[in-house]
C-alpha cells in the first residue's frame, strides 16, 4: 500500500462546476500538506500549502485537512477551462523538500 | 524573474549508455532537487543539493548521481540505463529547501526514452 493514494482519474467536469479532488494517506505522522498543478509538459507547480488541520483558501481554490481521517480535499470554484491539469497532493512530515511524498495525480478536464 | 531550466528537453538513449542532465535554478536558489517522475510510482524524490553538497538522497540506485557547482547549477547523470529508467526528470529550486517558509519552484523537465 502506497503511504498516499489518490484517485488517477481521469476527472471530467463542465465548466462552472465545483470540482473536489482528493487524498488519503497512512502516516499519522505527516503534518504539512500541499497541492500542485501540473499542465502538459510542465513541470508542478504549488498551489496550496496548508500546515496541521483545517481550511485554507485562496480564490477560487479550498484546502482541507482532516488528521484524523488521514483525509485531504482541493476543491476548485467556478471551474475554468485553463484550470485543466493533472493535480498531485503531497505531504511530508518535515518541512524539508526532500521528505516530500506525492500522490500519484489526478488528471482533471474541464469541458466548456 | 527567469524560471528553472532544464536541458536538454528530450534524450533518447539505449540500455548501457549514460546520460547527463542539467538545471539551472532560479537566481539566488541554493537548494535544488531532482526528482524522478513516471506513470506507474509518481514523482519520486531522488537528491538534493544545497551550496555544492548533497544533503538529502532518496531510495535509488548508484548509477543515480549528481553534483552541484558553485554557481549553483545543477547535473544529474545516471549510468548504464535501464529500460525502467525511461522517465521525466524534474529539477526544482529553493532558496532553503524549507516548504515552511520556502516555495520550491520546478522546472519543465527532461523526458528521458530508454530503448
Known amino acids: 500500500q502506497k503511504e498516499v493514494e489518490q484517485d488517477p482519474g481521469p476527472l471530467s467536469v463542465p465548466e462552472g462546476a465545483i470540482v473536489s479532488l482528493n487524498c488519503t494517506y497512512s502516516?499519522?505522522?505527516?503534518?504539512?500538506f500541499m497541492w500542485y498543478r501540473q499542465y502538459s509538459r510542465k513541470g508542478p507547480e504549488l498551489l496550496m500549502y496548508?500546515?496541521?488541520?483545517g481550511n485554507k483558501e485562496d480564490g477560487r481554490f479550498t484546502a482541507q485537512v482532516d488528521k484524523s481521517s488521514k483525509y485531504i480535499s482541493l476543491f476548485i470554484r467556478d471551474s475554468q477551462p485553463s484550470d485543466s491539469a493533472t493535480y498531485l497532493c503531497?505531504?511530508?512530515?518535515?518541512?524539508?523538500?526532500?521528505?516530500?511524498?506525492f500522490g500519484s495525480g489526478t488528471r482533471l478536464s474541464i469541458r466548456p | 524573474k527567469a524560471g528553472v531550466t532544464q536541458t536538454p528537453r528530450y534524450l533518447i538513449k539505449t540500455r548501457g549508455q549514460q546520460v547527463t542532465l542539467s538545471c539551472s535554478p532560479i537566481?539566488?536558489?541554493?537548494?535544488v532537487s531532482w526528482y524522478q517522475q513516471t506513470p506507474g510510482q509518481g514523482l519520486q524524490f531522488l537528491f538534493e543539493?544545497?551550496?555544492?553538497?548533497?544533503?538529502n538522497k532518496g531510495n535509488f540506485p548508484g548509477r543515480f548521481s549528481g553534483r552541484q557547482f558553485s554557481n549553483s547549477r545543477s547535473e544529474m547523470n545516471v549510468s548504464t540505463l535501464e529500460l525502467g529508467d525511461s522517465a521525466l526528470y524534474l529539477c526544482?529550486?529553493?532558496?532553503?529547501?524549507?516548504?515552511?517558509?520556502?516555495?520550491?519552484?520546478f522546472g519543465p523537465g527532461t523526458r528521458l526514452t530508454v530503448l
Open positions: 526544482a529550486s529553493s532558496f532553503t529547501g524549507e516548504t515552511s517558509t520556502d516555495t520550491q519552484y
Open positions: 496548508t500546515y496541521s488541520s
Open positions: 502516516n499519522s505522522a505527516f503534518q504539512y
Open positions: 537566481s539566488g536558489h541554493r537548494s
Open positions: 503531497a505531504m511530508t512530515r518535515y518541512s524539508s523538500a526532500s521528505k516530500i511524498i
Open positions: 543539493y544545497f551550496s555544492e553538497t548533497q544533503r
